[in-house]
């Protein structure tokens, strides 16, 4: 129930606090960070959890499907729990890694939806350059600072 009441709190600064903390175009996903950290922390059943409810509100606020919220996040939170299984848990170049694998695979398949169903023109180096990597940078620099914190919370 704790972890749930950490997501709902996650939610609320994502939507709240976070878009102000914008760096140029990018804005860090706190949900991916808290994602990976409990998918790691807690196995692939809880990453599946938060991971669907993480995908609702990011479907309810965002201009894509809200089942591809749901999936992208739930199918992030399912892998990164199961991969866990073979990697140290507390190691910071762990979370570094999965934070930045989970980062491109939401915000590409967010891109690949929208090129099929908006007809968006293909350019996916110029999507790579403005949007993909300054978020996925910002997002791995915001988990390193956020990292010792994440770490110290028992659950």
């Known amino acids: 129930m704790?972890?749930?009441l950490?997501?709902?709190l996650v939610v609320i600064l994502q939507i709240t606090v976070v878009p102000y903390t914008r760096v140029g175009?990018?804005?860090f996903d706190l949900q991916i960070i808290t994602l990976v950290f409990f998918g790691l922390k807690k196995g692939l059943r809880l990453g599946l959890l938060i991971?669907?409810?993480f995908g609702i509100f990011s479907g309810l606020f965002s201009t894509s499907s809200l089942w591809l919220g749901i999936f992208l996040y739930g199918l992030t939170?399912?892998?990164v729990g199961y991969i866990g299984r073979w990697f140290y848990k507390e190691q910071l170049s762990t979370f570094?890694?999965?934070i930045f694998c989970?980062?491109?695979f939401i915000y590409f398949s967010h891109?690949?939806?929208q090129l099929l169903y908006a007809q968006l023109p293909l350019d996916i180096l110029s999507y790579a350059l403005k949007l993909f990597l300054p978020v996925a940078l910002y997002t791995v620099a915001a988990a390193i600072f956020l990292f010792r914190f994440l770490r110290g919370i028992r659950i």
Request: proline share 0%; no cysteine.
């Open 25 to 27: 175009t990018a804005v």
């Open 96 to 98: 570094i890694l999965m």
């Open 111 to 113: 891109y690949l939806y």
């Open 51 to 53: 991971g669907v409810f």
């Open 6 to 8: 950490i997501a709902a």
């Open 102 to 104: 989970a980062t491109a």
């Open 2 to 4: 704790a972890i749930f």
């Open 77 to 79: 939170g399912l892998t």
